[in-house]
């Protein structure tokens, strides 16, 4: 396992072009030994980018590339020690599963009883026991998946496994199972995994530290909590969660915000300097909707009650401004009007796309 650096890392795949055009901008980033990451953005922002500059497929135009303190950044990928995985499964269609599992071993030299004894212990934890001895070409697309991420898995010496989108092919219904082992083998191996996705639901149940992205700049890296409560940038806002965070146009005013005419008191009451586009923004979660007056209300307008089963999803008005709350089953919903309910320390306020801290 090896503690990775990311050290004034750019990259262009039109280097001569004026001015360049970068895939990845230039960033520095550290991935520390042991750790579980995500790399999350949309197609096209410089994930895969940057996880071929950690592998070696991609030598960056610009920095350095380090594994613990070796400068790794020239070094072809064989001479890396890392494992990939890729987004669609790759395996050796004429050997069985176990032959599959044991290559990686078997290329090493690694005497046979300790392949045997790995083989064994990664085919337990991926559930593919039974399986040892079928061939590979019969497997279904989410069995041979499970191949390539097992090969990654059942040597104990890598630097690092990378992931690059690998549970596309994998059934809805084992995703999350799949993602509950990988974090087993991280726990119980100390391995360091970097998984790309483009889905936040995946980044936010795998990883302890979230990488956003987009545009080929990382936007902010955080915990799942971190980035859920406080993004740093309107663009996590609506990246991160399911409906998007609530943004509303506002005033700066002592002690708090005007929003739609109505003040709202924000957590601290440090002065904001004038100047720039201001708004306020908070989780569908966070909100809530009364009956009657509360602290940091403000009048509202029912529109719409969505009913997703263990949950309800309120969409109000308030003045030109939409809203949703997610509202427990069994909470009471106005008919027709009510009260929006801003709890002062869940507020967040931006000033041009970015968060007022």
């Not at 990928?77 to 071993?105: C, S």
């Not at 191949?147 to 690059?164: E, K, T, Y």
């Not at 990988?182 to 998984?195: A, C, I, S, W």
Request: glycine residues 8%; charged residues 25%.
């Amino acid at each position: 396992m090896a503690r990775i650096t990311l050290d004034a890392v750019a990259h262009s795949y039109e280097p001569k072009a004026r001015p360049p055009r970068y895939a990845l901008e230039r960033l520095d980033m550290v991935w520390d030994d042991g750790g579980t990451y995500a790399l999350l953005g949309p197609s096209g922002c410089g994930k895969t980018t940057m996880l071929n500059i950690i592998s070696g497929l991609v030598t960056p135009t610009e920095g350095r590339v380090l594994f613990d303190e070796r400068d790794v950044t020239r070094l072809p990928t064989p001479r890396r020690n890392i494992a990939q995985v890729f987004q669609f499964p790759v395996v050796y269609a004429a050997k069985t599963v176990r032959e599959n599992l044991a290559f990686p071993l078997v290329c090493r030299r690694v005497p046979r009883a300790d392949i045997a004894a790995r083989v064994a212990e990664i085919a337990d934890l991926l559930n593919l026991s039974d399986k040892l001895d079928k061939g590979a070409a019969r497997l279904t697309a989410d069995e041979k998946q499970l191949i390539s991420l097992g090969r990654g898995l059942v040597r104990n010496d890598v630097s690092a496994i990378l992931m690059d989108e690998p549970l596309t092919v994998i059934d809805p219904q084992l995703k999350f199972e799949l993602r509950r082992k990988l974090k087993e083998v991280n726990q119980r191996f100390g391995l360091t995994l970097v998984y790309v996705t483009h889905d936040q639901n995946e980044a936010m149940t795998f990883a302890d530290t979230i990488v956003v992205m987009s545009d080929g700049r990382v936007v902010q890296a955080g915990s799942p909590q971190d980035l859920f409560e406080r993004p740093r940038t309107r663009y996590v806002g609506y990246f991160i969660g399911s409906p998007a965070m609530n943004f509303l146009d506002c005033r700066p005013i002592t002690g708090g915000v005007e929003v739609e005419g109505a003040r709202l008191a924000l957590r601290g009451t440090a002065s904001v300097a004038a100047g720039g586009q201001f708004a306020i923004g908070i989780r569908p979660e966070f909100a809530s909707i009364a009956d009657r007056p509360a602290d940091n209300a403000v009048p509202c307008r029912i529109l719409d009650v969505e009913d997703l089963g263990n949950l309800r999803i309120v969409t109000a008005a308030l003045g030109r401004s939409r809203v949703k709350v997610k509202m427990a089953r069994g909470l009471p919903i106005p008919a027709d009007a009510g009260w929006l309910v801003f709890p002062a320390d869940r507020i967040c306020l931006y000033r041009d796309g970015e968060l007022v801290e």
